[in-house]
């Protein structure tokens, strides 16, 4: 069946730093890719889609894009800010069992000192 | 606009308890998803709803757990007899129309540990 691994477990870094968080994928259909954030406390919020029509998302600073050839998609910021730590979680649409729902990676925990 | 909203936020049981967790969904939302998500890993799906049916429960271990939407709003999970286990943030989540386009909206959750 689809599915997808997040294997940055932690990510550190200081203000004004890039980032980039990488997932990769696996699945038998054209992929939709989500990108979720989640802060303390509170449950995951959409931060970007990326679908094969658009292949690349922009939000809030945040760009997200996908590499059909590596089977990868990527979340980048140019300038981290404190306000940006958190858990990031990518997900994939899983077509192929029928269920079109979400699966989740494991999340990336982003730590951004000031 | 109100978000989903999730009752009770935590809950701290013994193993072989009960507990039910309600979730009230964003209004015109007809799509309802219960998930679990145990420490430290990304949402899973236990169960969704269109209306008041159920679309999938297939990972919902249902010897003990067990899920309603009798009017096609609120929610009810419940679980009998928890076990350890059982110990993560279960979350509710509601979108309008249930297609890999539709975005879904999380509540906040209730954190159950099982001691």
């Known amino acids: 069946g689809d599915s997808v691994t997040q294997k940055q477990g932690q990510v550190t870094l200081s203000e004004d730093d890039f980032l980039f968080i990488n997932c990769t994928y696996s699945?038998?259909?054209?992929?939709?890719l989500f990108w979720y954030v989640q802060y303390p406390g509170q449950g995951p919020q959409l931060l970007l889609k990326?679908?094969?029509?658009?292949n690349k998302g922009i939000s809030r600073g945040f760009e997200a894009t996908y590499d059909k050839g590596t089977t990868s998609f990527h979340l980048q910021k140019a300038s981290v800010q404190e306000s940006d730590s958190a858990v990031y979680f990518c997900?994939?649409?899983?077509?192929?069992?029928?269920?079109?729902?979400?699966?989740f990676g494991s999340g990336t925990q982003l730590t951004v000192m000031p | 606009e109100a978000g989903v909203t999730q009752s009770p936020r935590y809950a701290v049981l013994q193993e072989g308890q009960a507990v039910s967790f309600w979730c009230d969904p964003i209004?015109?939302?007809?799509?309802l998803y219960w998930y679990q998500q145990p420490r430290d890993q990304g949402p899973q799906l236990l169960v969704y709803?269109?209306?008041?049916?159920?679309?999938?429960n297939s990972q919902l271990p249902s010897d003990r757990f067990s899920a309603v939407r009798p009017k096609g709003t609120n929610s009810t999970l419940k679980i009998q007899s928890a076990k350890q286990g059982d110990t993560a943030t279960y979350l509710c989540?509601?979108?309008?129309?249930?297609?890999?386009?539709?975005?879904?909206?999380f509540g906040p959750g209730t954190r159950l540990t099982v001691l």
């Open positions: 709803f269109r209306d008041e049916a159920v679309i999938d």
């Open positions: 209004s015109g939302h007809d799509t």
């Open positions: 997900a994939l649409v899983d077509a192929s069992s029928g269920s079109w729902q979400l699966i």
């Open positions: 990326v679908t094969t029509a658009n």
């Open positions: 699945t038998t259909t054209y992929p939709t």
């Open positions: 989540a509601s979108s309008l129309g249930g297609a890999n386009y539709a975005e879904q909206f």
